[in-house]
């Protein structure tokens, strides 16, 4: 098998997900400015191919906003894959190294907290779920 057509199948099921969850894709450095310009609270989740990325990020993503409160803008950039995106919206994370998977809450565009690599990888979907919920608790309005 071809190893740039698997990471393509890799690629496309990892950004479907993401995607059928709810979250918006930014692909691009003008795409990111335009979200972090609008008001309220926005979580961005930085997608990536790793292991911890498909078995615990995503879902943890897909299932921690079905939640009493939540960020009311869902986003996602995909490290490795829209890189200008990716390094635009790490701009917004000011204080926090580039982390991928990571999960960014962001108010009115300003940073508040980051669930960074090390608070995903080892631990199970629902314990990031858990991490993500006590963000929200903290941070967001009910939805």
């Given at each position: 098998?071809?190893?740039?057509?698997?990471?393509?199948?890799?690629?496309?099921?990892?950004?479907?997900?993401?995607?059928?969850?709810?979250?918006?894709?930014?692909?691009?450095?003008g795409s990111v400015d335009?979200?972090?310009?609008?008001?309220?609270?926005?979580?961005?989740?930085?997608?990536?191919?790793?292991?911890?990325?498909?078995?615990?990020?995503?879902?943890?993503?897909?299932?921690?906003?079905?939640?009493?409160?939540?960020?009311?803008?869902?986003?996602?950039?995909?490290?490795?894959?829209?890189?200008?995106?990716?390094?635009?919206?790490?701009?917004?994370?000011?204080?926090?190294?580039?982390?991928?998977?990571?999960?960014?809450?962001?108010?009115?565009?300003?940073?508040?907290?980051?669930?960074?690599?090390?608070?995903?990888?080892?631990?199970?979907?629902?314990?990031?779920?858990?991490?993500?919920?006590?963000?929200?608790?903290?941070?967001?309005?009910?939805?």
């Open positions: 098998m071809d190893f740039n057509l698997f990471m393509n199948d890799v690629v496309d099921a990892a950004r479907k997900d993401i995607k059928e969850a709810g979250y918006e894709e930014l692909h691009t450095p335009e979200v972090m310009k609008r008001q309220g609270s926005t979580l961005v989740m930085v997608n990536s191919t790793c292991g911890c990325a498909g078995g615990v990020a995503r879902p943890a993503a897909a299932n921690a906003i079905h939640y009493d409160k939540r960020p009311e803008h869902l986003v996602t950039v995909f490290a490795g894959q829209d890189r200008e995106a990716t390094e635009k919206a790490r701009e917004y994370f000011e204080g926090y190294p580039p982390s991928s998977p990571s999960f960014a809450l962001l108010k009115d565009g300003k940073i508040v907290t980051m669930l960074e690599r090390h608070d995903i990888e080892g631990y199970s979907a629902v314990d990031v779920i858990g991490k993500l919920q006590h963000v929200f608790d903290e941070h967001c309005e009910e939805i």
